[in-house]
């Protein structure tokens, strides 16, 4: 029992670690980012849109990999690659030279990371705990997000007199250097806790007597693979969509930049509630039903948010939404792996099909924040943020669209006795 909460624990820190540096400073300090490194919002778009091309490229070939060598070392050395690239963070670079890391973190957090921390937390749920092994993997990922990000806020703030305004010129950029140091510290660490703890897994079942090109072609026939890939797109959008709550903190609710950090910070503890509670849920009800769930209601929240201004001393229910959208989100993606065992993909074929699955359902590292810093450049302050949530609602009623799709579409394939992928 020791030896399995270990596993997780390594596995959890990795997972969210690797993401610190090219995600959690631009989402908790965006409107700071903006202001230190001189970008617009299409600016910032454009460099997350390197990164997911990059990231794009790396996710199928990552997958493959994933099912012919053990995982641990693979997870050590993207996250120590990871953050070697922090320290290069921290000398401020410009559009050209964050454009260059972005695309190299690209690299470092997927080629041998993702698909491997994939099949590490399948094997760890073994047949009936997939929910919660990827809720309790995605919901203490939330957890050590938001710990990390309330130690950051405390970094960022000592830089500043009071909560209104910088003691100098210079103090804004020095705390957020500050901020960027610390993440890179706490990435190299989780990589070598990573390296020294996580077990030599070997290969999965099946692996031995299955090649590479012949788990491709019976991937890429699936049409469910396909149908899980578009509901990731849908699902990931949303998680994309929470870049925008802290400059949306600034321009519309009337924060300061510490305020919005603080308030982006807290919603994090929501996602191991959420992630969790939905692992739970979906090994009592299934994945796809809850999910399905999900998607309306966030449709809902989206287009409430889409339509609401906000009003002095009368924003209760518009805090609430917000939240709401928060937890949705977080759910979302604490289960949307746990498909994998619901439509049959062997163990085998894991990192095949989640390489092929994320290569398609994480599309939105490329598009999704050029498009919404463009919306919000061209219609600045409250418009812009209107229209960034009616676009988030619309996907999500594509998202539930989907899985109700998925659903139909597994009944019909266990109805006619249909056999799992590669029998």
């Given at each position: 029992?020791?030896?399995?909460?270990?596993?997780?624990?390594?596995?959890?820190?990795?997972?969210?670690?690797?993401?610190?540096?090219?995600?959690?400073?631009?989402?908790?300090?965006?409107?700071?980012?903006?202001?230190?490194?001189?970008?617009?919002?299409?600016?910032?778009?454009?460099?997350?849109?390197?990164?997911?091309?990059?990231?794009?490229?790396?996710?199928?070939?990552?997958?493959?990999?994933?099912?012919?060598?053990?995982?641990?070392?693979?997870?050590?050395?993207?996250?120590?690659?990871?953050?070697?690239?922090?320290?290069?963070?921290?000398?401020?670079?410009?559009?050209?030279?964050?454009?260059?890391?972005?695309?190299?973190?690209?690299?470092?957090?997927?080629?041998?990371?993702?698909?491997?921390?994939?099949?590490?937390?399948?094997?760890?749920?073994?047949?009936?705990?997939?929910?919660?092994?990827?809720?309790?993997?995605?919901?203490?990922?939330?957890?050590?997000?938001?710990?990390?990000?309330?130690?950051?806020?405390?970094?960022?703030?000592?830089?500043?007199?009071?909560?209104?305004?910088?003691?100098?010129?210079?103090?804004?950029?020095?705390?957020?250097?500050?901020?960027?140091y610390f993440y890179t510290a706490m990435t190299f660490a989780a990589g070598v806790?990573?390296?020294?703890?996580?077990?030599?897994?070997?290969?999965?079942?099946?692996?031995?007597?299955?090649?590479?090109?012949?788990?491709?072609?019976?991937?890429?026939?699936?049409?469910?693979?396909?149908?899980?890939?578009?509901?990731?797109?849908?699902?990931?959008?949303?998680?994309?969509?929470?870049?925008?709550?802290?400059?949306?903190?600034?321009?519309?609710?009337?924060?300061?930049?510490?305020?919005a950090a603080k308030f982006t910070a807290a919603s994090a503890y929501i996602r191991?509630?959420?992630?969790?509670?939905?692992?739970?849920?979906?090994?009592?009800?299934?994945?796809?039903?809850?999910?399905?769930?999900?998607?309306?209601?966030?449709?809902?929240?989206?287009?409430?948010?889409?339509?609401?201004?906000?009003?002095?001393?009368?924003?209760?229910?518009?805090?609430?939404?917000?939240?709401?959208?928060?937890?949705?989100?977080?759910?979302?993606?604490?289960?949307?792996?746990?498909?994998?065992?619901?439509?049959?993909?062997?163990?085998?074929?894991?990192?095949?099909?989640?390489?092929?699955?994320?290569?398609?359902?994480?599309?939105?590292?490329?598009?999704?924040?050029?498009?919404?810093?463009?919306?919000?450049?061209?219609?600045?302050?409250?418009?812009?943020?209107?229209?960034?949530?009616?676009?988030?609602?619309?996907?999500?009623?594509?998202?539930?669209?989907?899985?109700?799709?998925?659903?139909?579409?597994?009944?019909?394939?266990?109805?006619?006795?249909?056999?799992?992928?590669?029998?």
């Open positions: 029992m020791y030896h399995r909460l270990l596993v997780i624990f390594c596995l959890i820190l990795a997972g969210e670690a690797v993401f610190a540096l090219p995600f959690h400073v631009p989402r908790f300090f965006r409107a700071t980012v903006l202001e230190v490194f001189g970008f617009s919002n299409t600016d910032l778009g454009d460099v997350f849109a390197i990164y997911g091309i990059t990231a794009m490229l790396a996710y199928f070939p990552g997958g493959i990999i994933a099912d012919r060598f053990s995982p641990h070392r693979l997870l050590g050395v993207s996250l120590i690659a990871t953050a070697a690239g922090g320290l290069y963070m921290a000398t401020i670079p410009g559009l050209v030279g964050m454009s260059i890391l972005f695309a190299y973190w690209g690299v470092t957090s997927i080629l041998l990371f993702w698909a491997a921390l994939i099949r590490s937390t399948r094997e760890w749920g073994g047949e009936v705990l997939q929910g919660r092994a990827f809720g309790i993997l995605d919901g203490g990922r939330g957890l050590v997000a938001a710990g990390l990000a309330s130690i950051a806020v405390i970094i960022f703030k000592t830089a500043f007199d009071g909560e209104l305004g910088p003691a100098d010129p210079t103090a804004r950029p020095a705390a957020l250097v500050a901020v960027i806790v990573t390296w020294l703890l996580v077990p030599d897994m070997g290969r999965p079942p099946g692996a031995a007597r299955s090649s590479p090109v012949s788990n491709i072609r019976e991937v890429l026939r699936q049409d469910v693979v396909w149908i899980q890939a578009l509901i990731v797109i849908c699902a990931y959008c949303g998680y994309k969509g929470l870049d925008n709550y802290a400059l949306y903190g600034v321009e519309v609710l009337g924060m300061n930049e510490v305020q191991p509630i959420a992630a969790v509670a939905a692992g739970i849920l979906a090994d009592r009800f299934s994945a796809g039903r809850l999910m399905a769930g999900i998607f309306l209601v966030l449709c809902a929240s989206y287009g409430y948010l889409g339509f609401t201004a906000p009003l002095p001393g009368a924003n209760g229910l518009l805090f609430a939404t917000i939240f709401i959208s928060f937890a949705g989100v977080y759910a979302l993606r604490g289960v949307y792996f746990a498909l994998l065992q619901e439509t049959r993909v062997p163990a085998s074929m894991t990192g095949t099909a989640v390489g092929l699955i994320s290569l398609v359902g994480y599309t939105p590292d490329v598009f999704f924040a050029a498009v919404g810093g463009r919306l919000l450049d061209n219609s600045p302050g409250l418009p812009g943020h209107q229209h960034y949530f009616m676009l988030l609602g619309a996907i999500m009623a594509l998202g539930m669209v989907t899985i109700g799709i998925l659903m139909h579409r597994t009944k019909q394939r266990r109805e006619t006795g249909h056999p799992a992928l590669g029998d």
